[in-house]
């Protein structure tokens, strides 16, 4: 069904179609999705939590349309230190010890910027406990390739969720969209979400 005219437009600046099934999950149907290719690269001394609204911030900014658009970043962090988003095994398996047996953030944060170039933006702070992993464990993970392309090398959303003993927070952030978030943005910019 097409958006009646007066229904305000949303264009969602985002590859990852997770993102897209948590935006649907708030009622949103987005009119576009165009991905925003920025530099994903942290600055020298960046706080996680900084590097994750910047990161929203510029992937709003960089879409072109004079609709809404929105954007989001998700950051794993252990302490102060960002982790990678995992692109190969190794920097995988390197994570998942880091993580092990211990409490992390994941930070994710969103922007939505309106027509008329104003930026709102919001940060969702989750902590998560995996418990202490065994290398049977780190292996099978790994062998299920769910890690790839994941910040911090795991995706709570599958397998690792058995693997993670106690969280508090946002599950739909540690996924890459928090929701409660994410629906007073768009209610703010004036979305009618009921
Ligand atoms: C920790 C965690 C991360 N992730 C994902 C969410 C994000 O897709 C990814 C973090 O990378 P992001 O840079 O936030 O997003 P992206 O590159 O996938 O997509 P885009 O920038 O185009 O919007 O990690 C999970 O899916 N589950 C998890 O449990």
């Not at 997770?18 to 935006?23: A, D, K, M």
């Not at 930070?107 to 406990?129: N, Y």
Request: proline share 5%.
């Amino acid at each position: 069904m097409s958006a009646p005219p007066s229904a305000k437009r949303l264009v969602l600046a985002s590859a990852s179609p997770r993102r897209r099934e948590l935006l649907a999950r708030l009622g949103v149907e987005p009119a576009a999705v165009t991905p925003a290719h920025i530099d994903e690269t942290p600055l020298k001394g960046e706080l996680p939590r900084d590097y994750a609204i910047r990161m929203a911030r510029e992937k709003a900014e960089a879409a072109e349309s004079e609709d809404h658009v929105l954007a989001g970043d998700t950051v794993v962090a252990a302490g102060r230190r960002i982790l990678p988003k995992a692109e190969d095994e190794a920097t995988a398996r390197k994570c998942l010890e880091l993580l092990s047996g211990r409490r992390h953030r994941v930070l994710s944060a969103i922007a939505l910027r309106a027509p008329d170039g104003k930026l709102r933006e919001k940060l969702s702070e989750t902590t998560v406990r995996f418990k202490r992993l065994s290398v049977e464990e780190i292996d099978a993970y790994i062998a299920s390739g769910e890690w790839h392309g994941k910040a911090g090398g795991y995706a709570i959303q599958g397998a690792a969720e058995g693997l993670i003993a106690w969280i508090e927070g946002s599950h739909s952030g540690v996924v890459g969209l928090p929701l409660f978030e994410t629906r007073a943005l768009l209610k703010a910019a004036g979305f009618d979400l009921g």
